[in-house]
Nanobody, 124 residues
Framework: QVELVESGGGVVQPGASLRLSCIASGRTFGGYVMGWFRQAPGKEREFVAGISESGGTTSYGDSVKGRFTISRDNAENSISLQMNSLKSEDSAVYYC?????????????????WGQGTQVTVSP
């Protein structure tokens, strides 16, 4: 079983950058597809980015493409989300997620494990 812990959230101004990290416990981290999702108040959980087991395949939500970059370090059991040019609409709780099956889906229901989330607020 893998446990996920996110960090790096905070309050920033529009246009700023922020880097989120997710540390996973467990020895089989390299076998999991990982993803970042976000959820704003009153909205559904939204796919942000995903990365394959090896890191060779990445996928991004349309609203963050070109601004956010997902990466992973299997030796460190971690993934990161570099967020640049942040906008107010990026404000949300960001969740790290993992799935044991292959593929990088955008549907949160296809991820088995979730962290507790970290708040990102983009405000002038």
């Amino acid at each position: 079983q893998v446990e996920l812990v996110e960090s790096g959230g905070g309050v920033v101004q529009p246009g700023a950058s922020l880097r989120l990290s997710c540390i996973a416990s467990g020895r089989t981290f390299g076998g999991y597809v990982m993803g970042w999702f976000r959820q704003a108040p009153g909205k559904e959980r939204e796919f942000v980015a995903g990365i394959s087991e090896s890191g060779g395949t990445t996928s991004y939500g349309d609203s963050v493409k070109g601004r956010f970059t997902i990466s992973r370090d299997n030796a460190e059991n971690s993934i990161s989300l570099q967020m640049n040019s942040l906008k107010s609409e990026d404000s949300a709780v960001y969740y790290c997620a993992a799935r044991i099956l292959a593929g990088v889906p955008r549907n949160p229901a296809q991820y088995n494990l979730w962290g507790q989330g970290t708040q990102v607020t983009v405000s002038p």
